[in-house]
């Protein structure tokens, strides 16, 4: 997948065989949800859509937006917001829905906006501070991704996809004040400062 394939409606999936592999295991497509940059391996993505038509189902979780119908394959729709317990928005020109395989069956994400794929290498991913995560939360939140300023929440698309009840809000909750604070601090921190000082801080779970 490349950065063209954020345009458009709908996106269609790779044409051989071979296309998934040449997405490395470091590229994350970035999303957002309630102003916080999330990520999840940009090989487990199929493709985007934009809102299309989608059908209620009755007495299904609240997280589940509905279906619809992707060229013949029923495609079931979660919303990533109601997910995690976040309030709710209005959908509108930027909401996109990201389409992964899951178990053999195609399964939509609804979030607020997909703004690109990048690689974030391993060296950049720091583990979750302990002050921030819960045994549960551990199970789909993978790490936090450095790229200068930013700070994206990495998650296991599986976990995400698996897990029937609402996630843990208020572990993503820590877990973005983390990193917003943490980008605050950065933001603070004379231009002549370390980086690396910074990253120590999340590493700890401390921010100064």
């Not at 493709?47 to 997280?63: D, F, G, H, L, Q």
């Not at 979030?111 to 995560?133: H, M, S, T």
Request: proline share 4%.
């Amino acid at each position: 997948m490349t950065n063209e394939a954020l345009r458009g409606e709908v996106h269609e999936p790779p044409s051989d065989d071979t296309a998934a592999e040449d997405v490395e295991q470091d590229q994350f497509l970035i999303f957002t949800a309630t102003g916080q940059e999330f990520g999840i391996q940009a090989m487990r993505v199929k493709e985007i859509s934009a809102m299309i038509a989608i059908t209620k189902v009755p007495n299904a979780p609240s997280y589940i937006e509905g279906i619809l119908n992707l060229r013949g394959r029923l495609v079931s729709i979660i919303n990533f917001r109601t997910k995690f317990g976040f309030g709710p928005k209005e959908k509108d020109e930027d909401t996109r829905i990201v389409i992964v395989e899951h178990d053999g069956f195609p399964i939509g994400i609804m979030v607020d906006n997909v703004e690109e794929v990048i690689r974030i290498p391993q060296e950049n991913v720091q583990k979750l501070p302990d002050a921030a995560v819960t045994t549960a939360s551990e199970d789909y939140l993978t790490g936090v991704g450095i790229l200068d300023k930013r700070l994206i929440v990495l998650l296991d698309a599986d976990q995400l996809l698996t897990k029937a009840e609402v996630l843990d809000a208020d572990a993503l909750r820590r877990v973005t004040a983390e990193a917003q604070s943490q980008k605050k601090t950065e933001e603070r921190m004379p231009s002549g400062s370390s980086a690396a000082s910074g990253d120590n801080e999340l590493r700890d779970g401390r921010t100064q």
